[in-house]
């Protein structure tokens, strides 16, 4: 489900678990299912569209 805020930090993904275990050790199974999971995930996809909109506003 895609968010409806433009604030990255607010976002689960800022803080998942799952994602800071995975960039933690990316040569693990778990960081690999992460990145196949980034493929196709609404939130992620927003998030990091939220993010690209922040780095822009800053410059």
Avoid: V
Avoid at 14 to 29: G, Q
Avoid at 40 to 47: I, T
């Amino acid at each position: 489900m895609p968010q409806t805020t433009s604030d990255p930090q607010a976002m689960p993904c800022a803080s998942c678990a799952l994602r800071i275990k995975a960039e933690a050790n990316p040569r693990r199974f778990l960081a690999r299912l992460w990145k196949w999971h980034t493929t196709w995930c609404p939130g992620w996809k927003a998030y990091q569209q939220a993010l690209q909109a922040q780095a822009s506003a800053q410059q």
